[in-house]
């Protein structure tokens, strides 16, 4: 077992130098290339903040525009499209807020779902988000529901902005 050791050692050793090669930092000049920044990772769950350049108040360095979809909209983008008359697995999104649920042009409904009665306000969305196969028993909708109030009230709000 003798000669196990130094195989082990060069192991380790040749896998510290491959991660410390890895982790090395980058040049001021690449940091602040249009590439670097097109490939940089989004972190939606902290937002990173930046020092003002005549002010000591910290601020967001990339603030979401208005209308930019929550992360919890990822889900509903699996079938829903935010474009107007872009139907998929599920209608369009786009404008349905304030509508009659199964209005949506060019998309087959549930009959479930044309017999509803529901109009899209934010106390429908809010229980029908939560748990739609409860509120439209035969809705098309297999989507369990969001049971998270924030996440869901998020998406409400970001659907009456695409209105």
Not at 60 to 88: I, L, M, R, T, V
Not at 99 to 107: H, M, W
Not at 109 to 128: C, I, Q
């Amino acid at each position: 077992m003798r000669t196990a050791r130094p195989i082990q050692s060069a192991g380790v050793i040749l896998l510290a130098a491959t991660l410390a090669a890895c982790g090395g930092q980058q040049q001021p000049e690449q940091e602040n290339s249009p590439a670097a920044e097109a490939i940089a990772p989004v972190n939606d769950t902290a937002a990173a903040t930046t020092v003002a350049a005549n002010d000591t108040a910290l601020v967001p360095a990339a603030a979401p525009a208005a209308d930019a979809p929550p992360p919890a909209f990822a889900q509903c983008q699996s079938c829903h499209s935010p474009e107007a008359g872009k139907n998929g697995i599920g209608p369009s999104l786009a404008g349905v807020f304030g509508t009659k649920a199964a209005e949506v042009a060019g998309y087959d409904f549930s009959p479930a779902m044309t017999k509803s009665g529901l109009t899209w306000d934010e106390a429908t969305l809010d229980r029908y988000l939560k748990a739609p196969q409860q509120v439209v028993p035969g809705t098309k909708m297999t989507f369990a529901g969001l049971s998270d109030d924030a996440k869901r009230a998020a998406v409400i709000a970001y659907l009456k902005s695409i209105g």
